[in-house]
């Protein structure tokens, strides 16, 4: 390529919005030799080998800890398990899966010691073409990046200065490109009536699926992403028995 022509190249991308970069794309993370044998939803059968763990401090409820979700990086689907997940509330459940599409099921026992399963889909997990644009929108306007990044657990992540329609508070957050939706995270709030979370991950308006939060400091949260990594767990949902619930 000669000067000339890559000049006019350079200036083309710059009049298409185009900025020339040198991020790499988000390497996927392989299936390990367990997930042949054991993923099967035909069977009840859920793999998950990794897991992020959070630590954080609830300022509002004046709790702290620690919370673990298991991941299989390949579909997205996150496992959520009692104790370890969701330590407040919803004691008949064992454990809940969600899914990127809005699927989320839910195994435990009910009042009588019957061990049951709930299958529901959140259908707002399916953002649509306008509800994207604003998305993005309100990220472009309220998520101003800073000069600073870092590699931590294999994801780069990003600082931005979060600011609020509300308010003139900003707080500094940090964002994680995943090579999987975290919207099974993000959709837990919108099963808050069954089951929540210690924090909360109201997300889904302003970050896209592959936007981890790894860390924020505000006046009523404290959260930071302190592990990402292999920690294989199987959830079995075979032996619950399938519960219809109505609409």
Known sequence: MNRQYFYCFLL???????????????????????????????????YFSHALVFDYENKTEKTRGSLKIHVDPVTG????????SFKLGAKSFDFIIGFPDGKYIYCGVDENGKKVKITE???????DAETKAQQKEDFTT?????????????????EYDLGY???????KIWLAKT????????????IEGA????????????LAPDQ?????????????LTSFGRDPFLAVTKGYQELKVND
């Open 12 to 46: 083309s991308a710059l009049l298409a919005g185009i900025q020339p970069t040198n991020a790499q794309a988000v390497k996927k993370i392989p299936a390990d030799k367990q997930r042949a044998a054991q993923w099967s939803p035909a069977k009840g059968q859920y």
């Open 77 to 84: 689907a996150m496992c959520f398990q009692k104790e370890s």
């Open 121 to 127: 889909i959140q259908e707002a997990l399916k953002l």
């Open 142 to 158: 309220y998520c101003i990046p800073t000069a600073n990044t870092r590699q931590e657990f294999g994801l780069e992540s990003q």
């Open 165 to 171: 329609a509300t308010s003139d508070a900003k707080d």
């Open 179 to 190: 090579p999987f939706s975290v919207y099974s995270l993000y959709g837990f709030e919108l």
């Open 195 to 206: 089951v929540s979370l210690p924090v909360s991950f109201d997300y889904m308006h302003l």
């Open 212 to 224: 981890l939060l790894t860390e924020i400091n505000s006046k009523d949260l404290v959260l930071k």
